[in-house]
Structures are given as structure tokens and as C-alpha cells.
């Protein structure tokens, strides 16, 4: 069982800048894809950015391209994302998620474990 733990979330001005943290308790997490995604309530939970488990490889959604960036530490089990020019309609729960399942990796199948969430708010 791999428990994802992520935080930094918080209240930002429009523009502004956030890096979320995203720690895995075990070292087995090594051979798993770690991302993220977001949600608003009443809206489905949507991909972001994610990074393959060998750390080499990254993938982004379209409307973060350029302004978020994702990121694994030498140990490949912690992953930041770093979120900048942030806009209000990014408001969320951000969620944390590793994984290595047969669907592609920006799919919420892909992923097997996912962390509790972590809220940020843009303030226009």
C-alpha cells in the first residue's frame, strides 16, 4: 500500500505563484508514475501534469503548458508541481496520485493510490 500525502496548497492573488508537494511513503513508489490532478465541485477530476516513474519523462495538460512545471526528487518518491501566472478559474482541490496501471497516464485509471487533496484558491 503506497499513502500520497501532498500539501503546500493556499490562497494566492491572480498572477501569483504556488509549488504543491507531493510525498509517497514508500520507497517502492520509485516504480510509480506520480502526478496530478484537480477538481471543482460538480466537474469532473481533471489531469494536469504527471511524471514517469523513472523521472525522465513528463506530460502536462494543454491550459498548464508553460506556466506549471513538475518535478521528482533523487529519491523518485516525492514530486512537486510548481504553478505559475496562476488565473481564479484554477481555483481547486488538487490531488496527488501515483500509480502505474495499463491506461494512459493522463487518465485517472492510471493511478492507484491518490492523496486526500489539497486546496488552492486564485483570487482575482
Known amino acids: 500500500q503506497v499513502q500520497v500525502l501532498e500539501s503546500g496548497g493556499g490562497l494566492v492573488q491572480a498572477g501569483g505563484s504556488l509549488i504543491l508537494s507531493c510525498a509517497a511513503s514508500?520507497?517502492?513508489?520509485?516504480?510509480?508514475?506520480m502526478g496530478w490532478f484537480r477538481q471543482v465541485p460538480g466537474k469532473e477530476r481533471e489531469f494536469v501534469a504527471t511524471n514517469t516513474w523513472s523521472g525522465s519523462t513528463t506530460y502536462y495538460a494543454d491550459s498548464v503548458k508553460g506556466r506549471f512545471t513538475i518535478s521528482r526528487d533523487g529519491t523518485k518518491n516525492t514530486v512537486y508541481l510548481q504553478m505559475n501566472s496562476l488565473k481564479p478559474e484554477e481555483t481547486a482541490v488538487y490531488y496527488c496520485a501515483a500509480g502505474n496501471g495499463d491506461y494512459s497516464v493522463r487518465s485517472r485509471l492510471h493511478y492507484n493510490y491518490w492523496g486526500q487533496g489539497t486546496q488552492v484558491t486564485v483570487s482575482s
Open positions: 514508500v520507497r517502492t513508489a520509485r516504480a510509480y508514475d
